[in-house]
């Protein structure tokens, strides 16, 4: 049981206060004493989340809104721009394009490093904003980065496969840089499921593949406490999701139809409670600016090629082929033991979309006698936006680089 | 004494519904702001998608809040039992009653709505097939059954909505309906009824995966009240109404992840999704045979045609990379060539020299 001292609340003891003005002369000070211990047995919601505590806060959210809607008034849809590098375009296929980053110093690494992100929402969140970007800091640090952006699908290109994807554009987009440079290999970085990409590549052509990284990347898919695989169908198959129906009924998969997925994982979260904790931080415009970019990047969700779609989903989530080593591409079978050369595993402790169990698998199936695994305590988004992961990912990447060169 | 007290409570409950709905005005104006600003118009082409966006946006922050709300009176009226060591735990049951019985409610009405919509579709398809009035009469049957099982049980809603739908649709009208049909029309009322078919599985799945969502919100509740009171228990007083909403959207999330990595659960979610695929196959079945009455391109043709020419890409890209790599052996081929004609050239000069 619990005893009422506890619970003391500054706007009670004003307002029971004998010395305000206002109060009944009548009642002595041990009365409005007796009277104030009542009032706390009998008002224990008010003494855990006072009247006074409530207005205070709705006083001070007021002065933040009256603030934030100034601040969003002089904002457009130019100030929240992703992707600050400067780059060219150096390759184009299709609708895919190739970017070199400006280098920023005088002599790079000579082998240059390809960042291969994900098909789902755009590949800019290596590249957020300039005080956030893991781009700039590789470039600080003197390397020579590539980035393959997707582009984004049209109905044309729903009967894009994987293969399309890892037989023909990474590998042109790889064949163009050890081209250009004169190189026998390169460096591959893979992020979420570009890592997956960039794994396969790597087992198929190990012979270009100077160093691999893989970040955030899911390599297990039998995952019975992951939402996102257990959605995916990863025990369940077709009667989780019936992929083929799927597809053969959108054709594409839309972006929306991913962005809703991914706020389902924790829908009060991502729904509803980041928008009532955002009048919070609107008197603030640096704040303000930092969210709408992460608005802007999380709903800007190019479609999925439905054939492609389909194969990630049915042979990784469902049929959790990768480790099995039954990963067709194209004509091509993946041998995650055909990986013998160096693999730094970058993953997140906190990972919500890919539990770091799925990356750590990786160990156990490839051949690799230089094997490096490194994790930040930060969940998946925060690889990408922590302040802190951002001072210490890109020199893990380019020091262990540096000594494999 | 008690008017105080009820002044009080009067005016928490007063703020507490200022707070909530400021704070849904607060998004309706920021939307309607963000919606309108005609100086640069970012996003002006998107306004009626803006709008629709705004009006879900907004119907589930409402329904949301009015959920928080009633979380957070029902603490307010458990939380002087906790603390008096009384049965809170009644108080407790009471609240998540009334939550399911406002379940119940809903579940009623989507029932009620089936009735309503496949009594429509059998009239209609009355007209057009001279069908008899086979289901009228286990609707009428159902609508005495389900007033007994309405248990307040979400499971006993699954069974209830599975049952109307296997026993009184499926062993009447639903198997007539599966026969093979005669006459001219009957290609094109095959697709009919196909389309109305998998309208009834995407209705009897929707019903059980939003029977599963109210569960999760109750299940939610109860979590809710169960660790706010072990806070209290601790000492740990939610302070502010920003920490009560966090720490009801934590709890929210964890029972909703927990609940969608049960097997049971993943099954009604999926069934109500592959549901909504095969209904959407089969509405583009009929929206095909409209396209064509009015000598329109249909889906299917252009998708046939962007495989065509995804073929012919591919196999254009194959036949210029091998084209490259020939060229190359034939460059290296015939440059060996040259070196080695050269050099015989040059052993023969040589050998000339030498005689």
Known sequence: ?405 | MTNNNKNWSNMASEVVNTWTETSTQVWRNWFDFMGTVSTAKPFGDVQPELDKFTHRYLDNQDLWLRFVKLSFDAWKDIFPQLESGGDWTKTMSQYAQKMREQLDNVSHGNLQMNQDVAQMWQLYLQQVQKFTQLWLDPMGLHLGTMGKAATGNSSAWIELNNLYWNLFYEESFGSLMQSPILGPTREFNGKLVRSFEAWKNLNQASVNYQVVLADIQVRSFEALMQNLISRAEKGEAIQTWKQFQQVWSEIADDVFGEAFCQEENLKIRGAFLNALSAYRLEQQQLMELFLQSMNMPLRSEVDEMHKTIYELRKELKQLKKDLAQKNVQQEVTSSSKGTKTATTNKAEKSKGTDA
């Open chain 1, 1 to 405: 049981m619990m005893t009422s001292h506890c619970y003391s609340h500054p706007l009670i003891d004003h307002c029971l206060s004998p010395t305000v003005a206002n109060f009944p002369p009548h009642f002595s000070p041990e009365c409005w004493h007796l009277l104030q211990g009542v009032f706390r047995i009998m008002l224990p919601f008010l003494t855990q989340m006072g009247l006074e505590d409530t207005t205070h806060e709705y006083t001070e959210l007021t002065q933040k809104l009256v603030k934030g809607i100034e601040n969003l008034s002089r904002l457009r849809e130019e100030d929240i721009e992703i992707g600050a590098s400067p780059k060219d375009v150096v390759y184009q296929e299709d609708k895919i394009t190739l970017y070199r980053f400006k280098p920023v110093v005088k002599k790079p690494l000579a082998v240059p490093v390809l960042i291969v992100y994900a098909l789902v929402n755009r590949p800019f969140m290596v590249d957020l904003q300039e005080n956030r970007s893991l781009v700039a800091n590789l470039l600080k640090l003197g390397l020579d980065v590539y980035l393959i952006d997707w582009g984004y699908p049209t109905r044309a290109d729903r009967w894009l496969t994987l293969d399309d994807y890892i037989n023909g554009y990474i590998d042109n987009c790889v064949d163009f840089i050890r081209e250009t440079n004169q190189l026998e290999k390169v460096n591959l970085l893979g992020v979420c499921q570009g890592g997956t990409f960039s794994l396969c590549y790597s087992s198929l052509y190990p012979e270009k593949v100077k160093n691999l990284i893989v970040m955030v990347a899911p390599v297990d898919f039998n995952m019975p406490n992951s939402l996102l695989n257990m959605r995916g169908g990863c025990t369940l198959g077709a009667e989780a999701l019936d992929v083929d129906l799927m597809v053969d009924s959108l054709g594409n998969i839309p972006g929306d139809y991913l962005n809703l997925e991914f706020l389902m994982l924790k829908p009060r979260q991502l729904g509803i409670q980041k928008y009532l904790d955002f009048p919070e931080i609107m008197d603030s415009e640096d704040k303000i600016l930092n969210f709408l970019r992460m608005e802007k990047w999380i709903f800007d969700s190019p479609d999925q090629a439905g054939e492609t779609y389909r194969q990630f989903m049915k042979d990784f989530y469902q049929g959790n082929k990768l480790i099995k080593g039954e990963v067709m591409i194209g004509d091509k079978q993946v041998n995650l033991s055909n990986l013998t050369m160096p693999i730094l595993n970058l993953y997140a402790e906190k990972d919500h979309l890919v539990p770091p169990e799925s990356s750590l698998a990786l160990q156990q199936y490839v051949t690799t006698k230089d094997y490096t695994v490194q994790s930040f305590p930060v969940g998946h988004i925060g690889m990408y936006v922590s302040g802190k992961v951002q001072r210490d990912l890109p020199p893990t990447i380019v020091d262990w680089l540096k000594t494999r060169m």
